[in-house]
C-alpha cells in the first residue's frame, strides 16, 4: 500500500464518522501533513471534537483534550514541578500539551496568560517552566475551537497568536440528507456500545470494543516528505506572493479594497498557502501545484489574518468578502 493510499483510507474513514463535515476532516489531514495548527469555528454539536478524537484513535498517536475557561491556568497546559520531600527535590510533570494531538476547546474562554503559553507551544514548539524548556512530541498539532454565538465572558485572541494558526476553518450545518445519516451513525453507534457492556460489572468490556486500523508514524512522516516534493512551477509561487501582498497594498487594485483593509497578511501566510496547497494537490493524487490549489485554501489560510477596517464593518464586510475580491482582482498565472 503506497502513502498516499494509506492517507486516503484514513480520509474515507473520518469522513463515515464524521458525518456531513467533510471540509472539516479534509483541513484537519492538511494541517497534520504540513506540521500545522488549525483554529476551528462553529456552533456547538457540528463534530469538531468528534473529528478531532476520530483523527487520534485512527492515528499512532496520544490525545489530549483541554476545555477553557477563565480560571485555566498556564500550569494547567504546560506542567508544573512537584515538590518530592523524600528527597527534597523537583520533578517535573508534564501537562497536556505533552501529546501529539491538542484539542483546544473553546480557546476564546481563557484568559492572555493561557494564550500566551499555548502560542509559544504552537510557535517553537516547546514549553517553557522556570528556567528549563522541554521539546514537544512529534508530530504536534492543537486544534482549537471556538463558539462564534455566545461571546459573553470571551478573550478574544490577538493577531499574533491566530497568524500562528495554519487555517481558520469555518464550520456549518449539515443537510437534511447527512443529518438524517448522522442519527442512524449514532444509533448504531449507540446498540453496539450496550452490546459490549458488562452488565455484571456495570462497565463496558474494553476487549470486546472494534478495532480500528491505525496510520503508523512512519507512513505519516513519510508522507509529509512527499508533500514537501509536490511541485511548484515559478508562476504558481509568484502568484501566492502577489495575492498576500496585494492584501497589504489593496489600494492599488481598487479603492474599496483600500477602504476595507487596515492590514494585510503576513508572510506567513505566503508559507501557509505555499505548504497547505500542497497538501491539497498532493491528496488529489497529483505530483504539481495548480492555481485552483491555492484557491481552494486561500479563504481558509487569510480569513484570519486580514485586519479589517471600520469601513469594512460599516459596509457589512467581512474577510470571506475581501478575499473574493483579491481572488477576482489579482491575475491568475
Request: net charge negative; aromatic share 6%.
Amino acid at each position: 500500500m503506497t502513502t498516499l493510499t494509506a492517507v486516503a483510507a484514513l480520509r474515507d474513514d473520518l469522513q463515515a464518522t464524521v458525518i456531513g463535515q467533510e471540509r472539516l476532516v479534509e483541513r484537519l489531514l492538511v494541517a497534520l501533513l504540513v506540521d500545522g495548527h488549525l483554529l476551528v469555528e462553529g456552533a456547538p454539536g457540528l463534530a469538531k471534537t468528534r473529528a478531532i478524537k476520530a483523527l487520534a484513535e485512527r492515528l499512532e498517536a496520544d490525545y489530549q483534550r483541554v476545555q477553557f475557561t477563565p480560571d485555566l491556568l498556564p500550569a494547567d497546559l504546560t506542567g508544573t514541578e512537584v515538590y518530592r520531600p523524600q528527597d527534597a527535590s523537583f520533578v517535573f510533570q508534564p501537562g497536556p500539551l505533552f501529546n501529539h494531538l491538542v484539542l483546544a476547546d473553546e480557546i476564546n474562554r481563557a484568559p492572555a496568560k493561557v494564550q500566551s503559553a499555548l502560542l509559544e507551544a504552537m510557535a517553537e514548539q516547546q514549553i517553557s517552566v522556570g528556567h528549563e524548556t522541554y521539546p514537544l512530541p512529534s508530530p504536534f498539532m492543537v486544534m482549537a475551537t471556538q463558539n462564534p454565538i455566545e461571546q459573553e465572558g470571551t478573550y478574544p485572541l490577538p493577531e499574533a497568536q491566530l497568524d500562528r494558526f495554519l487555517m481558520h476553518v469555518r464550520v456549518g450545518y449539515p443537510d437534511v440528507s447527512r443529518e438524517a445519516e448522522i442519527l442512524r451513525l449514532v444509533r448504531r453507534e449507540a446498540r453496539e456500545a450496550a452490546a459490549t457492556e458488562d452488565h455484571s460489572a456495570g462497565r463496558r468490556r474494553a476487549d470486546k470494543a472494534p478495532a480500528l486500523t491505525q496510520l503508523p508514524m512512519n507512513t505519516l512522516f513519510a508522507a509529509r516528505r512527499e508533500v514537501l516534493d509536490i511541485h511548484m512551477v515559478v508562476n504558481i509561487e509568484d502568484y501566492i506572493v502577489r495575492l498576500v501582498t496585494t492584501s497589504r497594498a489593496a489600494e492599488s487594485l481598487s479603492a474599496s479594497l483600500g477602504r476595507w483593509i487596515d492590514y494585510g497578511a503576513s508572510p506567513r501566510a505566503t508559507l501557509a498557502l505555499d505548504s497547505a496547497s500542497r497538501a491539497v494537490a498532493w491528496l488529489d493524487g497529483r505530483d504539481y501545484v495548480s492555481p485552483a490549489d491555492v484557491q481552494a485554501v486561500a479563504h481558509d489560510v487569510l480569513r484570519h489574518r486580514l485586519v479589517l477596517s471600520f469601513d469594512a464593518e460599516a459596509d457589512g464586510v467581512d474577510a470571506d468578502t475581501v478575499i473574493d475580491a483579491l481572488l477576482e482582482q489579482v491575475a491568475v498565472p
